[in-house]
């Protein structure tokens, strides 16, 4: 299948490594263009020498941190002398573990800040050039926990569940303009973020990391971890010409494991 990806320039956040690596390799793939930003330019740089020399040449490294407002306006800046893009994948990484009753009002601010107003504010900036064009697509890494609550990850339940209220807003907005607007939901998919996690539970409970994993996997009626490659291919969907009529959806990728309907 053509996704109509061809000559498309897409913003990929949080692509050093993970989802975002997966989703900015698979967009190359496409055959768009891609800016893969993150914190470590040179994580970048790593597994862009890696891949085949024909998608190689498709994707540049960008500096971003996205918990600071002058990174944040200094790419706008340099991505908008050249026109904008026309696909902006936001992806902001996950807060440490904590419950609801101990997380602090500076770890709020701090993360808040970070996974929310600057991606917002980052997108705003973004998109009028998308809207000047009549096409564009955003799509926002969130996480399951927005429909079913993960326990001991408060601040990620909370600040990604207002990412959702916005997304959906937003949706509505931009849509005549030719823009949709969607959010992913990631479930376990297997990277280091889920290995950390697993390690942490493996801490408090005084169990092996496997042990921990494999309780987690028999939790998911598909009975396994995600692949970073499979919610990489439904991103590229939501960022095609072919999901135009796919607009202010929550889209979960989790092998079935969240319960509600």
């Known amino acids: 299948m053509d996704l109509g990806l061809n000559g498309k320039r897409a913003l990929v956040i949080g692509a050093s490594r993970g989802l975002g690596a997966a989703i900015a390799k698979t967009l190359a793939a496409e055959g768009a263009t891609v800016i893969a930003a993150a914190r470590r330019v040179e994580a970048i740089d790593g597994w ?11 994707v540049e490294a960008a500096q971003l941190d996205l918990s600071v407002v002058e990174s944040v306006d ?30 602090k009002r500076e770890a709020w601010l701090v993360h808040f800040e970070a996974m929310a107003a600057n991606l917002f504010h980052l997108t705003q900036r973004l998109v009028p050039p998308m809207a000047q064009r009549g096409w564009g697509r955003i799509v926002t890494i969130a996480s399951s926990g927005v429909e079913q609550p993960i326990p001991r990850l408060a601040l990620s339940n909370g600040i990604r569940s207002a990412v959702i209220g916005w997304s959906k807003t937003l949706a509505s907005e931009v849509a005549a303009q030719g823009i949709t607007v969607n959010v992913v939901l990631p479930g376990r998919i297997h990277t280091e973020r889920v290995d950390q996690l697993d390690r942490a539970a493996a801490d408090r409970s005084n169990a092996s990391v496997e042990a921990v994993a494999k309780a987690s996997m028999a939790s998911i009626p598909v009975g396994r971890y995600g692949r970073s490659q499979e919610f990489a291919d439904v991103v590229a969907f939501l960022a095609s010409e072919r999901a135009s009529y796919v607009t202010g959806s929550k889209i979960r990728i989790d092998g079935g494991a969240t319960r509600s309907i």
């Open 48 to 58: 862009i020498a890696e891949i085949p020399a024909d998608i190689r040449g498709r």
């Open 74 to 103: 200094g790419l706008c800046d340099w991505l908008l002398e050249a026109g904008g893009v026309d696909i902006l994948v936001g992806n902001s990484g996950g807060p440490p573990p904590a419950e609801a009753r101990e997380a």
